[in-house]
């Protein structure tokens, strides 16, 4: 029983708030004193008593280079006596158009649509494609191929791609018909011949890549009515870290093309960096049509996200006024969150991130090999600075925990006591740290998770 007092801004929060992805009656239980953040320095969250947290999820894969980064806080208080906000409607400013720009180079693509989050970019990727095919004589394209398990945020576009029976069940009626093909995971994977091995299942596989050839038979069969494969990159973030074998995203990518219809690649979670390159899938090889940036786009400070597409897109929304793209948001192109985006791009330069992302993965890979003593890890899987435990019932059957068990939710609330913040899914755990994250914080972080793991099973025992 927790007996320390609520404090007057959680009583407060307890009155007027709503927490997305939060079960209610648990955040308004009298015993449970949730979290209340007061500040952040680099990888580190406090709260209002003045506890510190590792930030073991980034802010929910946000965060990139630390929270309150001393040249962020500078550029954005500059940036706040200069232009604050003003319409991207008929406008623009220089802000905006150097961060265009910068997109372009980064996604070969060369037009940028901004908006506020990445669902609100994946939604506009759907409409810009919906839209390109009706007013250029393809309007037969309707079908969209999306990855089983597949999350592109929660619009009712994005949850017709990435269907949840657990989460959409009241919002059945609103969505739209779309097609799957398999999770290209190698753990459950029904094609994978394998038996189990104390590695990343996916170093271990053994198929004949019939995810890609079952994936090939459904566009085949929708061809001339696809519009567009829509994927995650390397990572099926909110799938549980899904991770592809290598070759996979090179494979798939081919597939759309062959039928004439786009390739639309979701890097709201797997750009800036999270999988070890500033996107997870290099555009010169994979060739896609659109790409969409979110999360860390901004550093992980300001909303805001982006829709890069090819020119030959944007040229099919040029000509009479109807070929109009009618959509967008108030705070589109939103001059502080431009500058923020500016910046954190600068910071990946000066500050030789991406090379510090590899000296944090590598060292990720040898501390994280001490899950495997806990007889419930069935796989420990790694991407970048990206790290998943699949938590079992039984190895050999892979029999996993019933969601509503929330396995992962249990351990991570164990490990907030001890001081670290992380957001599994089902019972899947998961770390994303912030690239600020010292050698010595990230052994802190597993180090946590390695004792929360052992603490609950003994608990449930
Ligand atoms: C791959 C992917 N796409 C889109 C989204 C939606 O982004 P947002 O939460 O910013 O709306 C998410 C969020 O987790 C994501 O992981």
Not at 127 to 140: D, L, R, W
Request: hydrophobic letters at 35%; one cysteine or more.
């Amino acid at each position: 029983m927790n007996t320390q007092e609520p404090s007057a801004s959680l009583l407060l929060d307890k009155t007027y708030g709503w927490h997305p992805f939060t079960p209610l009656d648990e955040w308004l239980d009298p015993q449970h004193h949730p979290v209340m953040i007061a500040s952040g320095h680099g990888s580190w969250l406090v709260d209002e008593e003045g506890k510190a947290y590792l930030d073991g999820n980034s802010s929910i894969w946000t965060n990139t280079h630390g929270h309150c980064h001393p040249r962020m806080v500078q550029a954005l208080q500059e940036q706040l006596t200069i232009l604050d906000h003003s319409s991207y409607l008929g406008l623009g400013h220089s802000l905006g158009a150097s961060l265009a720009q910068k997109i372009s180079q980064l996604t070969d693509l060369q037009r940028v649509l901004f908006s506020s989050d990445g669902s609100s970019a994946m939604e506009a990727a759907l409409k810009i494609a919906t839209q390109y095919f009706h007013q250029n004589g393809s309007p037969e394209r309707k079908v969209f191929v999306t990855l089983q398990g597949a999350y592109h945020g929660d619009t009712v576009g994005n949850m017709s791609l990435g269907k949840s029976s657990f989460f959409h069940r009241p919002f059945e009626h609103l969505l739209f018909p779309t097609e799957s093909i398999p999770m290209p995971g190698c753990y459950r994977c029904p094609f994978n011949q394998s038996t189990f091995e104390e590695e990343d299942a996916r170093s271990y596989r053994k198929c004949q890549w019939e995810c890609v050839s079952k994936a090939a038979e459904v566009m085949l069969q929708f061809g001339t009515e696809m519009a567009a494969l829509v994927i995650e990159p390397r990572v099926q973030g909110a799938a549980g870290m899904v991770m592809q074998p290598e070759g996979y995203i090179e494979k798939i990518s081919e597939i759309p093309h062959a039928h004439d219809a786009l390739l639309i690649v979701d890097e709201v979670f797997t750009g800036f960096g999270r999988t070890g390159k500033m996107l997870a899938s290099d555009p010169s090889v994979t060739k896609p049509d659109i790409i969409v940036l979110g999360k860390g786009l901004t550093g992980g400070v300001l909303p805001m996200a982006a829709t890069a597409v090819s020119e030959t897109i944007f040229n099919g929304f040029r000509g009479s006024f109807e070929k109009t793209f009618f959509h967008g948001h108030s705070y589109t192109g939103n001059p502080l969150s431009a500058r923020a985006a500016l910046t954190n791009l600068e910071l990946f330069e000066e500050e030789k991130t991406i090379e510090k992302i590899k000296g944090l993965s590598t060292h990720l890979r040898k501390i994280s090999a001490c899950f495997w003593k806990h007889s419930s890890v069935g796989d420990v899987r790694i991407e970048g600075v990206i790290l998943a435990v699949e938590l079992v019932q039984d190895r050999l059957t892979k029999e996993p925990f019933r969601f509503e068990e929330r396995v992962a939710y249990q351990i991570n609330k164990i490990a907030e006591s001890k001081g670290l913040l992380t957001r599994g899914i089902g019972s899947i755990l998961f770390l994303v740290p912030p690239y600020s994250t010292t050698a010595s914080e990230l052994e802190q972080m597993v180090q946590i998770l390695d004792d929360s793991i052992h603490d609950y099973f003994q608990k449930r025992s």
